[in-house]
């Protein structure tokens, strides 16, 4: 799947063709070294919250909205505001919806 910010994305099997929206669940995306080769995204994180034992990451990927990322807190380290960081997710993991993302009113 080809992303609006020009970065990709291997998707398990799908039937879906044409335009796609992508979602993620946020404990499925893995913070990995930068020079991996991944099925990810790097961004910049631009907030850092401390939700108990989980740590939650908002990573400006240059998409219309952040990534959010959660992870347990131990494994974390000192990543924080304003850091680049890369994270992967398995392709079966990428949830995959019919249609382009549009704001829709209620």
Do not use: W
């Amino acid at each position: 799947v080809q992303l609006a910010n020009g970065s990709s994305l291997t998707v398990g099997d799908t039937p879906l063709t044409g335009d796609v929206s992508i979602g993620m669940r946020p404990h499925d995306l893995q913070i990995v070294e930068p020079q991996q080769q991944v099925n990810g995204l790097r961004g910049k994180v631009v907030s850092r919250s401390y939700l108990g034992a989980s740590v939650q990451l908002m990573v400006d990927c240059g998409l219309e909205r952040p990534v959010m990322v959660q992870r347990y807190a131990h494994g974390l380290g000192r990543i924080g505001e304003g850091d680049e960081v890369t994270f992967h997710i398995d392709p079966d993991r990428v949830l995959t919806f019919p249609g382009s993302d549009q704001k829709a009113e209620l």
